[in-house]
């Protein structure tokens, strides 16, 4: 049973409220009541004058799959580190750059902006550009040879994607784009990458 639109929005209003507050005490590096205190005040009144828009989330947290997708991400994150190091160490090599866009298969705002940070963090490639209508993402890679082409780049961005929506998405919302809540031995990204995306420049 899904909560009441208000008390969504007070539990919401709470969670960003105390996530500013442990920020501000981390921010001065030091847990006393007055950093509470002063930050617990600033976030109350950062929520009050600056309310965010309301996010719409519809599924649920999937333990396993959420593990997959640190997994995965850590993988991701030491691999794309030492192809970077070793790009930027290697003298005969010179990178070959692009923007690629990618057409999500999700139309979410929540699950757009997590696959656009989950491939920003990783180096080698940062999302330059979000259209949360179209949901499309414009990628800047650093090394199309590193990356495997703009066909394998485009995937690795879909594979972000489908490991959030499996982490986070319901059924339906798996059912509606086509994915299966365990990947298939094929990746999603795969056999669905969209056939509209292109290299827009180089």
């Known amino acids: 049973m899904s909560l009441h639109p208000r008390r969504r929005q007070l539990r919401f209003t709470i969670v960003a409220t105390l996530w500013l507050t442990a920020l501000w005490v981390l921010l001065w590096g030091d847990l ?7 930050g617990l ?8 004058l600056l309310p965010m828009p309301r996010v719409e989330f519809h599924g649920r947290l999937h333990p396993l799959s959420m593990l997959y997708l640190l997994y995965r991400f850590v993988l991701d994150l030491v691999v794309a580190s030492a192809q ?6 290697d003298p005969r090599r010179t990178p070959r750059s ?3 866009r990618v057409q999500l298969r999700s139309h979410s705002d929540l699950y757009l902006t997590l696959t656009a940070e989950l491939v920003s963090l990783v180096p080698g490639s940062i999302v330059v550009e979000a ?13 199309l040879d590193m990356a ?17 929506l ?5 059924d339906a919302e798996l059912e509606e784009i086509g994915l299966s809540r365990r990947p298939s031995r094929h990746t ?12 827009v420049s180089r």
Do not use: K
């Open 98 to 100: 692009a923007v690629i």
């Open 148 to 164: 495997g082409g703009v066909e394998a780049a485009r995937n690795h961005v879909l594979a972000s994607e489908a490991l959030v």
């Open 84 to 89: 970077v190091a070793w790009l930027a160490i």
């Open 32 to 38: 006393s009541w007055a950093n509470v205190l002063g």
């Open 188 to 199: 999603d990204a795969d056999r669905d990458a969209m056939p509209d995306g292109q290299e």
């Open 41 to 48: 005040a600033l976030a109350l009144l950062v929520t009050a």
């Open 131 to 143: 259209h949360r209508v179209t949901g499309t993402l414009y990628v800047h890679t650093l090394d």
């Open 166 to 170: 499996r982490a986070l998405a319901s």
